[in-house]
T-cell receptor
Framework: DTAVSQTPKYLVTQMGNDKSIKCEQN?????MYWYKQDSKKFLKIMFS???????INETVPNRFSPKSPDKAHLNLHINSLELGDSAVYFC????????????FGPGTRLLVL | AQSVAQPEDQVNVAEGNPLTVKCTYS??????LFWYVQYPNRGLQFLLK??????LVKGSYGFEAEFNKSQTSFHLKKPSALVSDSALYFC?????????FGAGTTVTVRA
């Protein structure tokens, strides 16, 4: 009964490939997020999304795109993968946007060769 | 932009001693502040948050944090540290698009 789950846990791929990471939350939350944690453990918001609005961090390349088939899912698609995309990607969700607590998934470790 | 700073990369304490992890913030308006903990190869776990009200916030696992507006600080504290508290701790502030995290502080509690 994991609250926020991500698949796959590990992803190893070649430069130039396109890949997706899936995220699901069973908390009934309205807002979902994607964060990137680099090799120095710095965490940075990439996207936040609810039914009404997608907010994109301006530093995120347009090769990254979130797709939400329904309220419980926010998948991350990455086109033309680059070496610098290697990181751990965390999905999170919260009841509403704003001051509600965000709950994080276990992370997906992406390695681009 | 909203931001937080964690001035210490590492904190080392002996088990049973008090633990403090420092965080200062720079925001316009009222800050919404959070502490999260990350154990090795795991996701982030919520510890506590300050939105409004009492400056002393109590959270999970015996942690608490004190919001100090004059010093723009939100330090995390635990009166008696455990070896199992060894982890990476993040302070965060609510920003327009999500949480803006500090660089993290690695806490090591030695037996």
């Amino acid at each position: 009964d994991t609250a926020v789950s991500q698949t796959p846990k590990y992803l190893v791929t070649q430069m130039g490939n396109d890949k997706s990471i899936k995220c699901e939350q069973n908390l009934g939350h309205d807002t979902m997020y994607w964060y990137k944690q680099d090799s120095k453990k710095f965490l940075k918001i990439m996207f936040s999304y609810n039914n009404k609005e997608l907010i994109i961090n301006e530093t995120v390349p347009n090769r990254f795109s979130p797709k939400s088939p329904d309220k419980a899912h926010l998948n991350l698609h990455i086109n033309s993968l680059e070496l610098g995309d290697s990181a751990v990607y965390f999905c999170a969700s919260s009841q509403e946007d704003g001051v509600e607590t965000q709950y994080f998934g276990p992370g997906t470790r992406l390695l681009v060769l | 932009a909203q931001s937080v700073a964690q001035p210490e990369d590492q904190v080392n304490v002996a088990e049973g001693n008090p633990l403090t992890v420092k965080c200062t913030y720079s925001v316009s308006g009222n800050p919404y502040l959070f502490w999260y903990v990350q154990y090795p190869n795991r996701g982030l776990q919520f510890l506590l948050k300050y939105i409004t009200g009492d400056n002393l916030v109590k959270g999970s696992y015996g942690f608490e944090a004190e919001f100090n507006k004059s010093q723009t600080s939100f330090h995390l504290k635990k009166p008696s540290a455990l070896v199992s508290d060894s982890a990476l701790y993040f302070c965060a502030v609510r920003d327009l698009s999500g949480l803006s995290f500090g660089a993290g502080t690695t806490v090591t509690v030695r037996a």
